[in-house]
């Protein structure tokens, strides 16, 4: 991607969550392609060995693992299964996710609970697994995130907040482990996935065509290489041509004063300092 030639990511252990359909196994594609050894993750043990069977008949390695995110030990369960099959772990991406959507007045305990599992606690833990096994060697950690985790969605309450979550989490980790040699980094991938059916059904509209997810795949690669090695606490998001590096939180307008009054505060804010809700083409496109 910066002009140096197709990534070689030579014997690369690597553990991708969620890997038996859209993202992740476009992902795990991916990542065998350029020389990593996969280990291919979903809750459907014919799935996940169906995937592994078509990475090996293209030439590639890979061994699969079926075990949800949610269950208590997965995160070691698969981190111990990349040991075990190819010696380490070298990166772990957290793709493992599901959508619950509803309005919030109509979303059950449930519905919001299951959806943060999945999302945020299953990357935590899947996360905490791989900074155990990569602290003497270094390594790096890929969250996947989302638009809706960056600018809301409406319908996602449960889903925004776990991504968002997800972002916060990735900040954390590189602060505590960037000095250790391990480099977290998120992304907020866009591409056609069952996640995203809602718009194709016509429930909601969407004035952007979402690209297929081999598209995005390429950013995946290039972030386990050693290009990417300076990278880290970052938030990216790809579309397959629209690659954005998000910035950190930081005031759009900070006003210092002292005894602070109903005026000073109607004098501060005032309707223009107020920020747009979807900064980029995905969420404005959504009808």
Same mark, same amino acid.
């Given at each position: 991607?910066n002009?140096?030639?197709?990534?070689?990511?030579?014997?690369?252990?690597?553990?991708?969550?969620?890997?038996?359909?859209?993202?992740?196994?476009?992902?795990?594609? %991916?990542?065998?392609?350029?020389?990593?050894? @996969? @280990?291919?993750?979903?809750?459907?043990p014919?799935?996940t %060995?169906?995937v592994?069977?078509?990475?090996?008949?293209?030439g590639?390695?890979?061994?699969?693992?079926?075990?949800?995110?949610?269950?208590?030990?997965?995160?070691?369960?698969?981190?111990?299964?990349?040991?075990?099959?190819?010696?380490?772990?070298?990166?772990?991406?957290?793709?493992?996710g599901?959508?619950?959507?509803?309005?919030?007045?109509?979303?059950?305990?449930a519905?919001?609970?299951?959806?943060?599992?999945?999302?945020?606690?299953?990357?935590?833990?899947?996360s905490?697994? %791989?900074?155990?096994?990569?602290?003497g060697?270094?390594?790096?950690?890929?969250?996947?995130?989302?638009?809706s985790?960056?600018?809301?969605?409406?319908?996602?309450?449960?889903?925004?907040?776990?991504?968002?979550? @997800?972002?916060?989490?990735?900040?954390?980790?590189?602060?505590?482990?960037h000095?250790?040699?391990?480099?977290?980094?998120?992304?907020?991938?866009?591409?056609?996935?069952?996640?995203?059916?809602?718009?194709?059904?016509?429930?909601?509209?969407?004035?952007?065509t979402?690209?297929?997810?081999?598209?995005?795949?390429?950013v995946?690669?290039?972030?386990?290489?050693?290009?990417?090695?300076?990278?880290?606490?970052?938030?990216l998001?790809?579309?397959?041509?629209?690659?954005?590096v998000?910035?950190h939180?930081?005031?759009?307008?900070?006003?210092?004063?002292?005894?602070?009054? %109903?005026?000073d505060?109607?004098?501060?804010?005032?309707?223009?300092?107020?920020?747009?809700?979807?900064?980029?083409?995905?969420?404005?496109?959504?009808?």
């Amino acid at each position: 991607m910066n002009g140096a030639g197709p990534v070689d990511l030579a014997g690369l252990p690597v553990v991708v969550t969620g890997s038996t359909r859209g993202l992740g196994r476009a992902f795990a594609h %991916a990542l065998a392609a350029a020389g990593a050894r @996969v @280990v291919v993750n979903g809750t459907d043990p014919d799935r996940t %060995a169906a995937v592994v069977e078509e990475i090996t008949t293209e030439g590639g390695t890979a061994v699969g693992h079926a075990v949800s995110v949610t269950a208590a030990g997965a995160g070691d369960a698969l981190v111990g299964a990349c040991a075990a099959a190819f010696g380490s772990v070298g990166m772990v991406v957290t793709n493992a996710g599901t959508t619950r959507d509803r309005s919030l007045a109509r979303m059950t305990d449930a519905e919001f609970d299951e959806v943060v599992a999945v999302h945020l606690r299953g990357t935590w833990d899947c996360s905490r697994a %791989a900074v155990r096994a990569m602290r003497g060697t270094g390594g790096a950690v890929l969250h996947v995130t989302s638009g809706s985790g960056l600018f809301g969605t409406a319908g996602q309450t449960n889903y925004a907040a776990a991504k968002a979550g @997800v972002v916060g989490l990735t900040r954390a980790m590189d602060l505590e482990l960037h000095r250790h040699g391990i480099r977290v980094n998120a992304l907020a991938p866009v591409a056609a996935t069952g996640m995203t059916e809602v718009f194709a059904t016509g429930a909601v509209a969407h004035a952007l065509t979402f690209p297929p997810p081999e598209a995005v795949a390429p950013v995946v690669v290039f972030l386990a290489s050693a290009q990417a090695a300076h990278l880290h606490g970052q938030v990216l998001s790809f579309d397959g041509t629209q690659l954005s590096v998000w910035t950190h939180p930081a005031p759009a307008t900070t006003e210092e004063r002292t005894g602070w009054s %109903a005026a000073d505060f109607a004098a501060v804010l005032t309707d223009d300092v107020q920020q747009p809700r979807h900064p980029d083409r995905w969420g404005t496109g959504i009808r």
